[in-house]
């Protein structure tokens, strides 16, 4: 016990240092707009360094001696590495990555200023980057401030990604009735959500929302447990960053902090309400008001709606040119429930294809394809879910009519419960990056089968992990599709490095590919070419394409890129 207490100290100082860490830098870094001398590479080590002191200083009952924190700092140290070494390893070879979100990190590294000014209509995609929220891009663009490649900025995915897989493990890990193998099981199941694990290696922002969500429920039950500084300022943080990462994120983190003040008052926790409280009023009003200047406060004055341009009376739609093909005039229950029970897939509007029902537990091979996609747009959490959701409502009925064993925390329905609400006010929520908290919903009912009576459910439970653990392998081979698209990058620039004359280009929607260009010291020219231009060649994974130069070479292909290039033409068939 003494171990397992120890495991769980250093586990969660090491997710609370790291969470610490990115909200300070989102402080620090929006402290810095508004006095003008905008994103540098101190931000980040500062942030870490005061987030060090701060962990320190609060959480002297489970640190002890100096010598103990020492771990979560080493350990801290050691992700954030290691983080960064595998986001530089691949590329982001994503649409909206490649279109705008490295653009915003680019440009807040290169000294925009977005609390003061406005980048032109000459940048690609400037309405979004100029109204969409910042809080990914800020701490993004403090770390590609200390390291010049655009991909460092991808870590940061990971370091909240393994901070709140630490937090949620440190409390599993307390729970007697749980065995260790267990709980880190269940965590890696929890953390392991297709939307969180398919966009860990791009700049797309719903995996930091929908890891955060998660770490806003671990933070609670902690906060429950001990009301202390240490947690409430890790709510704090947690609110601050959620509140920034997207609109939905600050819709979702003020919903759920709403239900949790209407738990505490229900359940009469008067001195836990009173410091959440005051504690959701603070972190709500920096993260609106301070890091969240531009977008909140600037799209309200002059915009006249917060979420512009999503929302408000010159809205621009993004959801016409995403439905699929099939849900057209249909309500939102309707598509939701054909996306759910759909084949895996990303049907685009105005394809012959359209979204299709299929059988739960069954799938095909083009949707173990599918679920590794960033942004699949039907049945997004992978073919498997569907089988997943209904078992889970089976396991919740058997527990709520079981009258022997431990009564399930009443708590845990009303966690339910919320989660199913936040999921219906989402207009939109057959896109499973919108709303990525529905993963939790079957986890949850899970971990209550095995607090309440484990053997009485352990086929179902059984059957239950070994479909969780398919879904997140079909969305873990992310990782080797991308490998093998970034090896196919690297050889293409390298075939382009070989000119020493300026290559002509059209970036297309993805802009900043130009980045990747001047970091290998490959000059270029921007040109408009027609379709019918002789030598043309898209750069991977976008619509940018250039002119081969005239007296380019081809480098022998290894075997990996012949196998990437087969891949590559099968997938686009």
């Not at 679920?371 to 747009?377: C, E, H």
């Not at 095995?450 to 439970?461: A, D, G």
Request: proline share 5%; with cysteine.
């Amino acid at each position: 016990m003494k171990t397992e207490s120890q495991t769980s100290g250093i586990l969660l100082l090491t997710g609370t240092l790291l969470i610490y860490t990115i909200a300070l830098v989102l402080v620090i870094s929006s402290i810095a707009l508004f006095t003008g001398t905008g994103i540098s590479a101190w931000q980040l080590p500062v942030s870490f360094l005061i987030a060090g002191i701060i962990c320190y200083s609060l959480n002297q009952p489970i640190i002890k001696t100096p010598l103990f924190f020492l771990r979560p700092v080493i350990a801290s140290l050691v992700i954030i590495a290691l983080c960064v070494a595998i986001s530089l390893y691949f590329y982001d070879v994503s649409y909206d990555g490649q279109s705008y979100h490295q653009e915003a990190i680019y440009q807040l590294k290169n000294g925009w200023n977005p609390f003061h000014e406005m980048l032109p209509e000459s940048i690609k995609m400037a309405i979004y980057i100029n109204h969409y929220s910042k809080g990914v891009e800020l701490p993004q663009s403090a770390l590609y401030s200390i390291i010049p490649y655009i991909e460092v900025s991808k870590a940061t995915n990971f370091i909240l990604w393994i901070a709140t897989a630490c937090i949620l493990l440190s409390w599993l890990l307390t729970i007697q009735k749980l065995s260790r193998w267990k709980c880190i099981l269940i965590t890696l199941i929890a953390v392991g959500n297709p939307v969180v694990v398919t966009q860990l290696i791009s700049t797309y922002v719903d995996g930091q929302l929908a890891i955060m969500l998660l770490c806003f429920l671990a933070t609670v039950i902690w906060i429950v447990r001990n009301p202390g500084y240490a947690n409430l300022l890790l709510l704090a943080s947690v609110i601050i960053i959620t509140s920034n990462i997207k609109f939905t994120g600050l819709v979702y983190i003020v919903l759920f902090s709403f239900f949790l003040l209407a738990w505490l008052v229900f359940t009469k926790r008067t001195l836990i309400l009173r410091r959440v409280f005051l504690t959701s009023i603070i972190s709500g009003l920096t993260a609106v008001l301070l890091v969240g200047f531009n977008p909140y406060y600037i799209n309200t004055t002059q915009y006249k709606h917060p979420f512009y341009p999503l929302m408000g009376s010159e809205k621009v739609d993004i959801i016409g040119y995403n439905l699929p093909a099939g849900f057209e005039d249909q309500n939102g229950f309707m598509k939701f429930t054909r996306s759910i029970f759909g084949r895996t897939d990303n049907v685009m509007p105005g394809s012959d294809r359209k979204a299709a029902l299929k059988m739960p537990f069954t799938f095909q091979k083009s949707e173990i394809s599918n679920a590794a996609k960033v942004d699949t747009r039907v049945a997004g959490f992978g073919p498997l879910f569907s089988g997943i959701l209904l078992l889970s409502f089976a396991l919740l009925v058997m527990i709520l009519l079981n009258k022997q064993g431990v009564k399930p925390d009443k708590n845990a329905y009303y966690i339910l419960a919320v989660i199913v609400i936040s999921v219906i006010v989402m207009p939109e929520s057959w896109w499973a990056r919108y709303i990525p908290q529905l993963w939790y919903f079957p986890v949850i009912i899970l971990l209550l089968a095995e607090l309440n009576n484990p053997l009485k459910y352990k086929y179902l439970n059984g059957l239950i992990y070994l479909l969780f653990i398919g879904s997140i392998a079909f969305s873990s081979l992310t990782f080797g599709w991308n490998f093998m698209m970034t090896k196919l990058v690297d050889y293409q620039l390298s075939r382009i490095k070989q000119t020493a004359q300026p290559v002509q280009v059209e970036w297309g929607s993805a802009q900043s590919n130009r980045i990747r260009f001047d970091e290998n010291q490959i000059r270029y020219q921007e040109v408009k070419f027609n379709d019918d231009d002789p030598g043309l060649e898209f750069i991977i994974r976008s619509d940018s394409r250039f002119r081969v130069p005239a007296n380019i070479a081809n480098p022998p292909k290894s075997k990996i890129i012949q196998w990437a290039e087969k891949f590559q033409t099968v997938e686009n068939q």
